[in-house]
């Protein structure tokens, strides 16, 4: 059993008002590189199935892909991916919602029947949540709700226990991008001292550090596109974290009137330059290697789309 490893300065753990977890690699036991070569394949022949040219669906979803990772306008993910899809394809070829709609429901679900969730994962949750702590759902905000709610259900825990999930909907940046800790902490309320964020990524999920919050890094499916290590970070496997939650107390005083939808632009200002900790070229550098790595990792996963086509 890997000894978890207190923050420096933080022998004891924070007062947390909220706890915020990642998704893939954290809760959900699933290589980044396989899942995405699978969503491509699966919804590659399924746009092919009901008639829609997969040459060109695969252009937009490559162009909305990069929009949602580029864009800083303020419009929401939704937005600016089907504004850049609609220019690589005919916007009258299907009824989108629709179809995507029925993707989503049923066959994006099929894609995680030999998932094996981490008991650990469940556990660690539903500890937490029955301690009293507001749990919030940070994972990369690039799918619908239902495509993360299938993906909670792969790792075997309740989406009902999150008083917030990031979706494409609902947000208007991602990770590593301040403006996406920014606009968390300001749909809670909260300070970034207030936050314990729970993930495996340490340019990713640790951004979340740099508007203040505290740490906890999973060890299980650890990513690491820097290299900067673990050193001075609170980390263990997950079934580690699962025992260091069971002993936290309870939340002493719960974030309240969490927002569900998107955050004003006002208020994720407002917390971005409350809690903001690190400097624009620190920022400039981490968004860089994050995007370099999923860009790497989608490679390999779209060419297969590009296949099915």
């Known amino acids: 059993m890997t000894e978890p490893i207190p923050t420096a300065g933080a022998d004891a753990p924070r007062a947390y008002r909220a706890i915020f977890f990642d998704l893939d690699g954290t809760l959900l036991p699933m290589e ?63 009824d989108w919602d629709a179809l995507l709609g029925e993707f989503y429901d049923v066959d994006f679900g ?78 809670c309320g909260l300070a970034g001292a207030d936050v314990l964020m729970v993930g495996n990524n340490t340019v990713e999920d640790q951004a979340f550090a740099g508007l203040g919050t505290d740490m906890y890094l999973v060890t299980d499916h650890l990513l690491d596109p820097a290299g900067t290590g673990l050193e001075g970070v ?33 208020a994720r200002e407002a917390a971005l330059a409350a809690n903001s900790r690190v400097a624009d070229h620190e920022v400039a550098r981490a968004v860089e290697v994050s995007g370099a790595f999923n860009a790497g990792a989608a490679a390999s996963a779209h060419g297969a789309l590009a296949k099915e086509a």
């Not at 507001?134 to 909670?152: D, K």
């Not at 403006?179 to 902490?185: F, M, T």
Request: a negative charge; aromatic letters at 10%.
């Open 234 to 266: 609170r980390h263990g496997t997950m079934e580690d974290f699962a025992a260091w939650a069971e002993a936290l107390p309870a939340c002493a005083n719960p974030a309240v009137g969490i927002e569900l939808g998107v955050v004003s632009p006002a």
């Open 32 to 94: 980044l590189e396989e899942f995405l070569s699978t969503y491509f394949k699966s919804i590659a022949s399924f746009v092919a199935a009901h008639e829609v040219d997969p040459q060109a669906f695969s252009a937009g979803l490559k162009a909305g892909i990069g929009a949602m990772a580029a864009h800083d306008d303020g419009r929401t993910n939704h937005e600016a991916y089907w504004e850049a899809f609609f220019q690589k394809v005919d916007r009258t070829a299907a």
């Open 110 to 187: 099929k894609i995680g029947e030999g998932v094996q969730p981490n008991p650990a994962a469940a556990r660690a949750v539903e500890a937490l949540a029955q301690k009293g702590y507001p749990l919030v759902l940070a994972t990369m905000p690039m799918f619908p709700r239902r495509a993360v709610e299938w993906r909670l259900t792969w790792a075997g825990v309740d989406p009902r226990l999150f008083a917030r999930i990031t979706t494409y909907e609902n947000s208007t940046s991602v990770k590593p991008k301040p403006a996406y800790c920014a606009e968390n902490l300001a749909a």
